[in-house]
């Protein structure tokens, strides 16, 4: 098992940044790949954002390709999501995800264990 604890969110004006955090613990050997998604009222959770565990190699979605970087430290087994020139279409609860299996990171169907969430919340 792997347990995995957000941070970070909160309250942010337009154009304003926040940095997420993902602390995991328990069977961090067997990740693959760590993925951000998040979820908005009435609509289905989407992909955000994922990091090789070993390769540090990143995926983006398109709506935040260029405003949010995801980065890892694997002596302190966390993972970070900067994001830079929020929108108010970015408010959501966003939720950690880690995979054990480095294929498919980007769908929902194929985490394998996710955080509790946290959410983030742009005014416009």
């Known amino acids: 098992q792997v347990q995995l604890v957000e941070s970070g969110g909160g309250l942010v004006q337009a154009g304003g940044s926040l940095r997420l955090s993902c602390a995991a613990s328990?069977?961090?050997?067997?990740?693959?790949?760590m993925a951000w998604f998040r979820q908005a009222p009435g609509k289905e959770r989407e992909f955000v954002a994922a990091?090789?565990?070993?390769?540090?190699?990143?995926d983006y979605a398109d709506s935040v390709k260029g405003r949010f970087t995801m980065s890892r430290d694997m002596a302190k087994n966390t993972v970070y999501l900067q994001m830079n020139s929020l929108k108010p279409e970015d408010t959501a609860l966003y939720y950690c995800?880690?995979?054990?299996?480095?294929?498919?990171?980007?769908?929902?169907?194929?985490?394998?264990?996710w955080g509790q969430g946290t959410q983030v919340t742009v005014s416009p």
């Open positions: 328990g069977r961090t050997f067997t990740m693959a790949v």
């Open positions: 990091v090789g565990w070993t390769s540090a190699n990143t």
């Open positions: 995800a880690a995979h054990t299996d480095p294929i498919g990171w980007r769908l929902v169907t194929r985490v394998d264990y």
